[in-house]
């Protein structure tokens, strides 16, 4: 919590708040740009600097304070709770995460996301740094762990995708469906639904997908009770 109610205007946008700064902005904007990670509406009495990351109140100016603004030179326009994220991020994987965090609401279901250039470099084959990168978005943007026995499956057709709503858990062979999990699908096989049918609704529902085989199976062991 920030005691001083002008340290985030002036660490962010390099003005302060003096009298007559603008509480509301009203009528219809005249226009709508982005400048750095900041979306600028434009009004009549001043203007509303927004964060895109959504995790901040928007700042609203005056004409005269935006005609201030100036932007950090360290490059980081964004509101205080990205900045104070990515300066205490400490490794690579650090850093990855706190881009994620700022750009969640920007990432768009239907489109490919790729690896930020300045994430791309290191010794490690661009394979396997894809398959590392894969699992840390899923779990970060998700909040799911994922567990020895499960692998980040990219659904889509893009060799070097890491967007999130493209992956998914596959679980490996030898792996043991949860309690939780057989109970749901005994539930959706007894409601008539194919394996097949199943199958997708657990992975658009959970982002996991679990084999045929298991799912076929359980539908056989319900069958033999029945008998």
Request: with cysteine; aromatic share 6%; net charge positive.
């Amino acid at each position: 919590m920030h005691k001083d109610p002008d340290l985030p205007l002036l660490t962010c946008l390099g003005v302060m708040r003096p009298e007559g700064t603008q509480s509301t902005l009203e009528g219809e904007p005249h226009r709508t740009e982005t400048v750095g990670h900041w979306e600028v509406t434009t009004f009549s009495q001043g203007a509303r600097w927004r964060c895109l990351c959504g995790r901040s109140a928007p700042f609203n100016l005056t004409s005269a304070q935006s005609e201030l603004v100036t932007l950090p030179v360290d490059g980081v326009h964004s509101c205080l709770v990205c900045r104070e994220q990515w300066f205490a991020a400490r490794t690579k994987n650090a850093r990855l995460e706190a881009w994620l965090d700022q750009n969640r609401p920007l990432i768009q279901k239907d489109a490919h996301l790729h690896i930020p250039t300045n994430f791309r470099e290191g010794s490690t084959p661009l394979r396997e740094r894809l398959t590392r990168t894969r699992r840390l978005v899923f779990t970060r943007f998700w909040r799911k762990p994922v567990t020895p026995d499960q692998k980040v499956h990219l659904k889509c057709q893009d060799p070097f995708c890491i967007n999130p709503y493209h992956l998914c858990l596959t679980t490996t062979p030898a792996s043991k469906l949860s309690a939780q999990a057989q109970k749901e699908i005994r539930i959706l096989l007894s409601k008539g639904l194919s394996c097949q049918t199943v199958q997708k609704h657990l992975q658009e529902q959970h982002c996991t997908t679990y084999s045929l085989r298991s799912i076929q199976r359980i539908r056989s062991a319900g069958e033999k009770l029945i008998i």
